[in-house]
C-alpha cells in the first residue's frame, strides 16, 4: 500500500532572465521533479522542485503510448478540474558501463538503484493551470501550487513532425572555446547511430541535433564510488534540453571528460510517451561511440546487459534481449547462450554490443523484440500491414532503399525493379508511394 503526500515543496523558482532576453524558441514550460521516497514498506511522492521557463517540452505526439503507465501527472484549474495530464514511470536505475576493454574483468556493480526514484517533466506551462497532483491508481497526491508567471513574448518554435524520431545531444562541461571539440565528438556518435540497425533503416525519420550547452549540468564521475559511473544533474539536463530550442524525444548528454565514464537511465516501464526522462552519458575519448550505442540500449530500448553478473543480488527486470527459453526469439536468433544480466539461468541471444562494446551492433532480438517496437512508436512503420514477400519488399523499398524520398540510398534502376515486384506481387503500389 502506499501512501500519498507531499512532503514539502522547495525552491519554487521563476526564471525571469528568458523572459527579458525573449529570444529563446518555444513557450513557457513547467518543468517539475517528482521523487519517490521510501519510508518503511510505504513510499511517498513528492514535488521536488517546479521551475517555469521558457522552451519546449519533449515532443507530444497525437496518439499516445496505449500502454498505461503507472503515474500521471494532473495539471488543476482553479476550479479542481483536470485540465492536462502525462502519464509517467519513475527513473529506478542507472546502469554503470561495461568494464573498459582491456582493464581487469571487475563488475562491482553492474547497475545502481536510484535512493530516490525520480521523474523530471517538462510540460507546456497552462496560465489557468494553478496546482498540480500525482495520480496512481485510485490514489491522489495533495494538490501542490504551481507558480504564476507574467505574460511573455516568445518565438514559436517549429513544429514537430510525426512520425520523427528526435535525439537531441547535449553537450556538459565544455567551455565556450571547447566547442570545435564538443561538436567533432557529437557529429561522430551521430554518423555512427544512424549507421547501426534498426536506426539506418529508418534514417530518415531519426533528426539528431547538437546543442551546445554551457549551462552545468552537475555531471560528475566517480558516482556511487564507481570510476566508470557518471550521474547528472536530471532537472538541469531537462532543463537545458527544453531551454535548446531543439526537438527532442531523447536525450544524449555528452561529459567533457577524457576519463572512460558513463551510464545510462533505465526506468524499466517501457512507457514510450514519457521517453526524454531516462537519458544516456558518455565520455568523450576512443570508446565513445559504441558506448553510445550500448548505454542508448539502455536508456531508449530499456535492454538489458547481456553479461552476466557475479553477485545476483541485483534484481532481473524484464528486457527483449534475456529470455528463459530459446524458442522465445528463435524466429529471428540462432544464438543462444546461456546466462544473461543477472540472472544465470536466463539465456542470451548471439554476442551484441550490450555484451561487449569490441561487437559494435544489437543482435536480432535487441532489434526485432526490443528496439523497432519502440520505433515504432515513433516513426510508424508503413509496411506493417503488408504480409510475408510483400513486407519484405515494402521494407526494402520504403526504409532500407529509402526509395520514395529525395535522399534515396539505391540506384533509380534498382528501386524500380524492386517497385515492380512489390505491384506484381500485390496489384498496388508500396505503402509509401502511396501516401
Ligand atoms: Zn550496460
Known sequence: MKTLKVLYLVGVVFCSLFWTVGAVAGERVLIVKITELQSGPNSEIVFDKLTVSTGLPPVQRLTKDSQNAPYELQVLDSKGEVIYTQEFDFTRYIEVPLPESGSEYQVEAPRIPLKEPEA?????????????????????????????????????????????????????GFSGSEMSIFQ??????????????????????????????????????????????????????????????????????????????????RD??????????????????????????????????????????????FSYYDCANCRARCSAWRSVSKGCQLSCDARSDYYRPEDSIMLTLGIPYYNLPSIHNGLIPRLNYFIPDVCATEEGVAYGLCKA???????????????????????????????????????
Open 120 to 172: 523530471v517533466l517538462v510540460i507546456p506551462y497552462l496560465p489557468e493551470g494553478v496546482e498540480i497532483r500525482v495520480k496512481v491508481a485510485d490514489e491522489a497526491t495533495p494538490p501542490a501550487p504551481v507558480p504564476s508567471v507574467p505574460e511573455s513574448s516568445y518565438q514559436p518554435a517549429d513544429p514537430a513532425q510525426e512520425g520523427n524520431l528526435y535525439i537531441l545531444l547535449i553537450a556538459s
Open 184 to 265: 567533432n565528438t557529437a557529429q561522430e556518435i551521430k554518423d555512427y547511430l544512424i549507421s547501426k540497425e534498426p536506426f539506418a533503416s529508418r534514417s530518415s525519420n531519426i533528426i539528431i541535433s547538437i546543442y551546445e550547452n554551457t549551462d552545468d549540468l552537475g555531471c560528475e564521475n566517480g558516482c556511487e564510488n564507481i570510476d566508470r559511473l557518471t550521474c547528472c544533474n536530471s532537472e538541469k539536463v531537462m532543463a537545458s534540453a527544453a531551454a535548446s530550442g531543439h526537438l527532442y524525444d531523447e536525450i544524449i548528454v555528452i561529459n567533457n571528460t577524457e576519463i572512460y565514464s558513463g551510464g545510462g537511465y
Open 268 to 313: 524499466h516501464g517501457f512507457y514510450k510517451d514519457n521517453s526524454a526522462s531516462t537519458y544516456c552519458i558518455v565520455y568523450n575519448g576512443s570508446a565513445t561511440n559504441p558506448m553510445s550505442l550500448h548505454e542508448f540500449g539502455h536508456s531508449f530500448g530499456d535492454l538489458c546487459d547481456e553479461y552476466t553478473y557475479d553477485d545476483e543480488d
Open 397 to 435: 523499398y520504403c526504409e532500407a532503399m529509402d526509395c520514395d524520398s529525395d535522399t534515396f540510398k539505391a540506384s533509380d534502376k534498382a528501386c524500380i525493379k524492386i517497385y515492380d515486384k512489390f505491384v506484381e506481387y500485390t496489384g498496388r503500389e508500396p505503402p509509401c508511394e502511396a501516401n
